[in-house]
């Protein structure tokens, strides 16, 4: 029989049960993994007296991680049915072939830099992507810090479900993402050879990311791959000592609803006091840093207009 790879039958919605149980839980294998790393991280940090973690901070990395563990669960389901109803919609359904794990990896890895990127230049991504940054520890515990409405971004990803990837391959793609920044938050590994630096999302690179220099700050948003940094201009080498958070930093470290929806909160707060529609959507839709700009030169009692 001649190999084919589209034209997969049509997947019934009712096997949507049958279909979730076929999807490895790999992140849910990974936990006691990422714990003992952590734990080893924590133990060897301790005993070379380095301030690598802060209590209150990594009890909030903690809760968080738990929460967002609790929420993907939630919704697992749900997506699952809109990636089976996409699936079903395209006449260029792929059939369940684990080799296309990899195209799909990179393809999804591309989609991830845009979707990363633009949640840093508009305020009402950045609300839900500011739980990550706002650690300023660097830890193997800041991985954990996910934010608990991120799956709204799923909007971003919708792309890589039309192209007919299967659901499964979707969804363990998705997974594989995500423990693979697992290891790039930490001090412990400096830089590594120069190849895998150019092309990789290492330590060294995602250190950077973590910023809150001005030269650091929006910088290498690529999650496995640096290399979308290289070609669209993000790009920005590790060089002076970074420090980490964002340019103001949270008050309550060990509350995940605080840490979780702070932004979102202020947010809601200055589109109710802003005056006229223009300046509302900037508030929701605005680069974070130009409206930090503004916020500061209104409490200097400065006039200014809205940023077009």
Not at 117 to 124: G, I, L
Not at 171 to 176: A, D, E, P, Y
Not at 230 to 241: H, L, N, V, W
Request: aromatic share 18%; net charge neutral; proline share 5%.
């Amino acid at each position: 029989m001649p190999f084919s790879l589209f034209g997969a039958s049509k997947i019934p919605l009712n096997d949507v049960h049958t279909i979730e149980k076929s999807i490895p839980n790999i992140i849910l294998w990974a936990v006691p993994v990422m714990l003992f790393f952590t734990a080893i991280e924590m133990v060897v940090t301790y005993y070379q007296e380095r301030e690598f973690y802060e209590k209150k901070e990594t009890i909030g990395s903690i809760l968080v991680g738990l929460g967002n563990l609790v929420v993907t669960a939630a919704l697992k389901l749900g997506l699952l049915y809109l990636c089976i109803w996409i699936y079903n919609l395209i006449p260029w359904r792929m059939e369940l072939q684990w080799w296309t794990l990899l195209p799909c990896y990179i393809i999804y890895d591309f989609f991830s830099y845009w979707a990363h990127r633009v949640s840093h230049e508009q305020r009402f991504w950045w609300a839900t992507h500011v739980v990550h940054h706002s650690g300023e520890f660097y830890n193997l515990t800041v991985s954990y810090r996910l934010s608990w409405i991120q799956h709204l971004k799923i909007i971003f990803f919708l792309p890589v479900a039309f192209m007919g990837f299967h659901p499964i391959i979707f969804f363990v793609t998705n997974q594989i993402a995500v423990l693979f920044q697992f290891w790039v938050h930490t001090e412990y590994i400096r830089k590594m050879p120069a190849w895998v630096e150019y092309i990789f999302a290492t330590p060294s690179n995602h250190r950077v990311h973590h910023g809150s220099q001005e030269q650091y700050i929006d910088k290498n948003f690529g999650a496995t791959f640096i290399f979308w940094d290289r070609i669209f201009g993000t790009f920005e080498p590790e060089g002076e000592p970074v420090i980490y958070g964002i340019t103001t930093n949270i008050p309550n470290k060990a509350n995940p609803i605080f840490i979780n929806f702070h932004e979102l909160t202020d947010m809601v707060e200055d589109v109710r006091k802003a005056k006229g529609i223009r300046k509302k959507l900037f508030y929701i839709f605005g680069s974070p840093i130009k409206i930090a700009e503004e916020k500061k030169r209104q409490e200097a009692g400065e006039t200014a207009e809205v940023p077009a």
